[in-house]
């Protein structure tokens, strides 16, 4: 369940986007964490990242923006990628592009929609889905995902969008999330694959994501009280 206080007002790519992820880990840079061994090279690279972010008070999300052609074209895609979803889905309604964090974590994500399935009985928390959208711009990168048909699959060919994914269903509180591939320029029949992602079935992976964010935000915590004795860690 996803509560309500954790869905932000913020624009995506906005000042204010960049600034609250000060220091934040997030679901496009999770698999970081992710190395073969807790806290390998990537991941500590990672954390240095958002050590450095907390004491300069310095973003380095732009990192994360690089505009090229393939940016452009997913950024030109994508809304249309989301609405196909939709249809496919049999669905009304999506909310798109909301900044999720915990107002008390270290952790965000923006997912590029949110199937809202209910509401709870105390009208606090949401029942969501998470769905994340690619549109790969060369035919030979579209392929290979248009054939992977599960999560499992995605994960050999693309480690990145795996744990994207699991990060913000975990973020969300989703027992189910989406990863959907398009492009515009393939048959109608054959533009999108869309992959189901169940908690339930992928527990393991969702257990071993836990264990490395609590080792980030422990050693976040470490290093950053080196520098600022006085900091509040979470």
Request: hydrophobic fraction near 35%.
């Amino acid at each position: 369940m996803l509560h309500i206080n954790h869905i932000s007002k913020i624009q995506i790519y906005s000042d204010d986007w960049f600034q609250i992820r000060l220091g934040r880990f997030t679901s496009s840079r999770i698999n970081c964490l992710m190395t073969e061994e807790p806290l390998g090279a990537g991941a500590m690279t990672y954390i240095y990242h958002k050590v450095g972010e907390i004491l300069t008070g310095q973003t380095t999300a732009e990192d994360e923006v690089i505009e090229d052609e393939n940016t452009a074209w997913g950024n030109q895609y994508e809304p249309d990628a989301i609405r196909l979803f939709g249809i496919k889905m049999e669905l009304q309604y999506l909310a798109v592009q909301k900044l999720i964090l915990n107002p008390e974590g270290q952790f965000s994500s923006t997912p590029d929609a949110l199937w809202v399935k209910g509401i709870a009985k105390n009208q606090e928390e949401y029942n969501v889905r998470t769905v994340e959208v690619k549109c790969p711009r060369k035919y030979h990168k579209f392929i290979p995902y248009y054939l992977c048909d599960t999560p499992e699959k995605v994960k050999k060919l693309n480690k990145i969008y795996y744990w994207q994914v699991l990060d913000q269903m975990d973020n969300c509180g989703s027992a189910v999330g989406y990863l959907a591939f398009y492009h515009p320029l393939f048959p109608k029949e054959a533009n999108m694959r869309i992959i189901e992602f169940e908690k339930i079935k992928l527990w393991d992976d969702f257990k071993l994501l836990k264990e490395r964010k609590l080792i980030a935000v422990q050693k976040f915590n470490e290093i950053i009280t080196q520098f600022n004795p006085n900091y509040k860690t979470s």
